[in-house]
C-alpha cells in the first residue's frame, strides 16, 4: 500500500528520546522503559526484543500526509491512513490485519482514492481481502500497443508556447482520460504446510474512457500547460484507424474470477530477505457474468530472495512475471494492468514505479508480456528509535519488459466507413506513415538505477528511486529516446 510521506516522518523519528541498544541475532530479551501515566506516576514496561528488533503488539496506527513525486503523475498531495494490528506480537512482522484508506491528487490530472482490508486470522486457515480502489486520470498515459512498434515522438512532446498567454504547450498525442472503478475480494487458503496455497477471487472493474477534454484541462492554470485543439491523440487516431474497436474504444465492465495457487516461503512480507513467493493465477470474464466484452487471460510470477549478508544486511532479490492472454484478443483496457490475487489491488502495467522502474507509465502494452526486476538492497544502518524499529537500505536495479505476443495493430476501417474517398485516402495514407516509423516488432526494454529507503518496523517503507532507460543511450532512431529520458519516484514499499 502507498504510504507517502517522508520528511515530517524523519523529523518526528529524530526528535524522539528512548533509544535501545540492539541485541544479537536470534536473541530474545525484555527491557525495562520508563514510562509516565497520566496521574505522573512513574512505572516500568516491558519492552521484548528479537535480533535487535522491538517486537510490536497490539494497533498501530499511522495517519499521515500524502506527499509523493512520480514522474508519470507529478507530484501528490492527500491524506491516509494505516492501521496495523499486530496482536500479541507473535506474528511481527506481519500484522494480523491491516486497514488502509487514501484520498490523493496529483498535479498532472489524476485523482486516487482506496479503501483496502486484509485479514488473516477471523477465518482459521484463510487469509481474506478486499478492496475498493477510484482513480480518475484527465490525461492518462497511452502510447500505443506492442512496444517499440508504435513510434513515440519525444521530440515533439514540447511543441512551443501559446501566442497569447506565452504558456508552454504539450502534445495532447499520448494522453486519453480514463476513469476506473477496481472492486476485489479475495481468499487465500493454506494447501500444504503453510507453504503451498490456493487462491480464489471475485474482481469487479468499471472503465469510462474517452478522448481527453482539451478546453477543461487548459482552464486549469495547475497544469501550467496547454493542448492545442489541432493535435490528434493516439487514442483518437487508434479508434479511427479501427486498432481500437468501436466497442471497446470508451471502457465497460469486468466481471471476473480469479483462480491460482501460491507457493510461499518468505521469512517475512514486508521487507523479505530470504525465501521465495511464487504464483500463477487464471482470469476468467465470460459474457454470463456480466463482462462488457469478455476475455480470459493469466499471470504468472515468480519472486526469489537471496541472503548474502545475514540479518537483513545484503539481499539480492529478483522477479520474473508474464501476463498472457488465452485466444487471439482482451479488450484494449485490461491490458495496462499487472493481475494480482491477496491483499494488494491491480497497479498500472509494464512502465513506471511498479514495474520498469525508468520507463514512461505503461509504455509496453501487448497480449503477452513478460517482465524481470533484479536488485541488490543493502541495510547499511539499523537500530531502534522511540521504540522504532529504524533501518536505511540503498539498492541497485536492472529492470525490463518487452511484449512477447502482439496485439492486432492492423488497419480494419473501409472506405464506406467515411465521409468521402479523400478522407479515407488521409486516414490511411496517415496510418502508413506512422506503422513505418515503428520497429514492426517489440525489442526488450531494460533501464538501470538505484535508490535509498526508510524502513520502520519492517512495513513502513518510503523509498526514493531513479530509472534512467538504455534506450536512451541506442544509436538505433528507432529505438533512441523510445521510453522516456528517465524517471524520479518517491514512493512507498519495495517493489516485490
Known amino acids: 500500500m502507498k504510504i507517502k510521506y517522508l520528511v515530517m516522518l524523519l523529523v518526528a523519528t529524530l526528535l524522539t528520546s528512548n533509544i535501545y541498544a540492539e541485541t544479537s541475532a536470534d536473541e530474545v530479551v525484555k527491557i525495562d522503559t520508563i514510562w509516565t501515566n497520566k496521574k505522573g506516576k512513574k512505572t516500568k514496561k516491558p519492552v521484548i526484543m528479537r535480533n535487535g528488533e522491538i517486537i510490536k503488539t497490539g494497533y498501530n496506527y499511522g495517519p499521515l500526509p500524502a506527499i509523493a513525486f512520480d514522474a508519470d503523475k507529478g507530484f501528490q498531495l492527500g491524506a491516509l491512513l494505516n492501521i496495523y494490528d499486530f496482536g500479541d506480537g507473535s506474528t511481527y512482522p506481519n500484522p494480523r490485519q491491516h486497514w488502509y484508506f487514501e484520498a490523493s491528487f496529483f498535479t498532472k490530472g489524476s485523482q486516487l482514492f482506496v479503501v483496502a482490508y486484509d485479514n488473516k486470522f477471523s477465518i482459521p486457515g484463510v487469509r481474506f481481502s478486499s478492496s475498493l480502489a477510484i482513480t480518475n486520470d484527465k490525461a492518462m498515459d497511452f502510447y500505443g500497443f506492442n512496444g517499440y512498434a508504435s513510434y513515440y515522438d519525444h521530440a515533439a512532446v514540447k511543441i512551443g508556447k501559446d501566442k497569447k498567454s506565452d504558456a508552454p504547450q504539450f502534445t495532447p498525442k499520448y494522453r486519453f482520460k480514463r476513469l476506473a472503478l477496481l472492486f476485489k475480494t479475495d481468499f487465500v487458503g493454506n494447501l500444504w504446510n503453510k507453504k503451498l496455497f490456493w487462491e480464489a477471487g471475485y474482481h469487479f472493474s468499471y472503465f469510462n474512457i474517452g478522448d481527453i477534454n ?60 530470504r525465501g521465495v513467493w511464487a504464483e500463477a493465477h487464471m482470469m476468467l470474464a465470460p459474457k454470463w457474468l456480466g463482462t462488457t466484452n469478455p476475455y480470459y487471460r493469466y499471470s504468472a510470477t515468480f519472486r526469489h530472495y537471496v541472503p548474502i549478508v545475514k540479518n537483513d544486511v545484503l539481499t539480492f532479490a529478483y ?41 514512461m507509465r505503461s509504455r509496453v502494452q501487448g497480449l503477452d508480456m513478460a517482465m524481470y526486476n533484479a536488485e541488490f538492497r543493502w541495510r547499511f544502518v539499523k537500530f531502534t528509535l522511540w521504540k522504532q524499529n529504524i533501518a536505511f537500505g540503498l539498492n541497485i536495479f536492472s529492470d525490463g519488459t518487452m511484449v512477447t505476443r502482439e496485439y492486432d495493430m492492423s488497419f480494419k476501417r473501409k472506405e464506406s466507413d467515411f465521409a468521402s474517398v479523400a478522407d479515407y485516402t488521409k486516414a490511411k495514407d496517415e496510418y502508413d506513415a506512422y506503422m513505418k516509423m515503428g520497429t514492426g516488432h517489440d525489442r526488450p526494454h531494460i533501464t538501470v538505477g538505484g535508490g535509498l529507503r526508510f524502513i520502520m518496523n519492517q512495513n513502513f517503507i518510503v523509498c526514493a528511486e531513479y530509472g534512467l532507460p538504455v534506450s536512451k543511450f541506442s544509436k538505433n532512431p528507432k529505438i533512441k529516446n523510445q521510453d522516456g529520458n528517465g524517471a524520479f519516484y518517491l514512493n512507498v514499499g519495495y517493489l516485490f
Request: proline content about 7%; charged content about 30%.
Open 214 to 273: 482539451r478546453a477543461k484541462i487548459n482552464k486549469n492554470k495547475a497544469d501550467n500547460k496547454k493542448f492545442p485543439a489541432d493535435v490528434p491523440t493516439i487514442y483518437k487516431q487508434y479508434c479511427d484507424w479501427g486498432i481500437i474497436p468501436e466497442k471497446e474504444a470508451n471502457g465497460g465492465f469486468c466481471s471476473e474470477v480469479r483462480l491460482g495457487l501460491m507457493f510461499d516461503t518468505r521469512d517475512k512480507e514486508g521487507a523479505p530477505s
Open 319 to 359: 522477479r520474473i512475471n508474464y501476463e498472457g492472454t488465452i485466444g487471439k484478443s482482451a479488450p484494449w483496457y485490461v491490458l495496462p494492468y499487472i493481475t494480482t490475487v491477496g491483499p494488494s489491488y491491480d497497479r498500472d502495467g509494464m512502465g513506471g514505479f511498479r514495474t520498469v522502474r525508468g520507463i
